[in-house]
């Protein structure tokens, strides 16, 4: 259950996120933006583990991308969106 979680457990660090030649703190940055963004758009009856995986997934899925440092939050916030849904309807 998502009360049972934090989000803040799952937040990054510029020294979390590896070497991105100087764009470390940007990269953390976007990235715990995306991952706020996602959590208020998680059921509040969501189990923990299938949270995990969502969560995690977002950095999984955009770990070495340039997508965090050369797209635009509101693409990076509607794949999130896209990601999060099809994570749910998987699931159901």
Same mark, same amino acid.
């Given at each position: @259950?998502?009360? @049972? #979680? *934090?989000?803040?457990?799952? #937040?990054?660090? *510029?020294?979390?996120?590896?070497?991105? /030649?100087?764009? /470390? /703190?940007?990269?953390a940055e976007t990235l715990n933006e995306l991952i706020h963004f996602a959590w208020e758009r998680l059921p509040e009856d969501l189990g923990s583990e299938q949270i995990d995986q969502i969560i995690n997934g977002i950095w999984e899925h955009l770990r070495g991308d340039m997508a965090l440092i050369e797209t635009d939050l509101d693409e990076l916030l509607d794949w999130v969106t896209h990601y999060i849904n099809s994570s749910l309807d998987e699931n159901i």
């Open positions: @259950m998502k009360d @049972m #979680l *934090n989000v803040q457990d799952y #937040l990054f660090s *510029n020294f979390d996120v590896g070497d991105w /030649e100087g764009d /470390e /703190e940007q990269v």
